[in-house]
């Protein structure tokens, strides 16, 4: 089936360094979006972005978090500076609209670790 | 906010025996999506329902059509490779794009 590759799949940094997750989402897919699992616990919504803006943010998307997709490359998720309590799992998702089609598509995350 | 309640939390099931997970919404949800995230941490899409049922082999899944307040996953003949978490995760429309509320989870061990 369709499928949207993170990478990388795990990434540690220090405190207050900047990190750039990438997603790589369905190629025909329009919306994209951001999640964050803490280890253990539920998804929750970060972001999701549309036609080069966000469209909506959860209370989680501090302003240390920025979120773009220049012309055909990856959907990234950019946090400067970070934080310990970035640590988590971070999924990205794709879909389109219509229908069936709006099903969500996710990568298979990428493991943020911070010290 | 809108909250989506998912049990039981965990669940141990015998090969070959059945049951059901299910989640309640707090408010008509427009759609929900079921998943199983494996051990790796990869999160696999089972069904998309805006309403009524889907079958996939031994899964079936149901969303109430009438008040769109719940949402059911059955698992039939329950296999060792059943094991994981499942999430149900529901849309609850007007706003902008499929933003997804997930349940809690089910933790699902399936032991010969």
């Known amino acids: 089936g369709p499928k949207v590759l993170q990478i990388p799949s795990h990434q540690i940094i220090d405190m207050g360094q900047m990190v750039t997750l990438n997603c790589d989402p369905v190629?025909?897919?329009?919306?994209f979006y951001w999640y964050k699992q803490i280890l253990g616990q539920q998804m929750e919504f970060l972001v999701n972005f549309y036609n080069g803006k966000v469209m909506e943010k959860s209370k989680l998307f501090k302003d240390q978090f920025s979120v773009e997709r220049p012309d055909g490359s990856y959907f990234t998720l950019k946090i400067q500076p970070t934080a310990l309590e970035d640590s988590a799992v971070y999924f990205c998702?794709?879909?389109?609209?219509?229908?069936?089609?709006?099903?969500?598509?996710f990568g298979s995350g990428t493991r943020l670790t911070v010290l | 906010g809108d909250q989506v309640e998912q049990s039981p939390s965990a669940l141990s099931l015998h090969e070959g025996t059945d049951s059901a997970l299910r989640c309640n919404f707090t408010t008509t949800m427009r759609s929900v999506q079921w998943f199983r995230q494996n051990s790796r941490g990869s999160l696999i899409s089972l069904f998309y329902?805006?309403?009524?049922t889907k079958e996939n082999g031994r899964l079936k899944s149901a969303f109430d059509s009438k008040e769109r307040r719940y949402s059911t996953l059955h698992i039939r003949d329950a296999q060792l490779e059943d094991s994981g978490t499942y999430f149900c995760?529901?849309?609850?429309?007007?706003?902008?794009?499929?933003?997804?509320?997930f349940g809690t989870g089910t933790l699902l061990s399936v032991k010969p």
């Open positions: 998702a794709s879909s389109s609209p219509g229908g069936e089609a709006e099903t969500l598509y």
């Open positions: 329902l805006a309403s009524g």
């Open positions: 190629s025909n897919h329009l919306y």
């Open positions: 995760a529901a849309e609850a429309g007007g706003g902008s794009g499929n933003k997804l509320i």
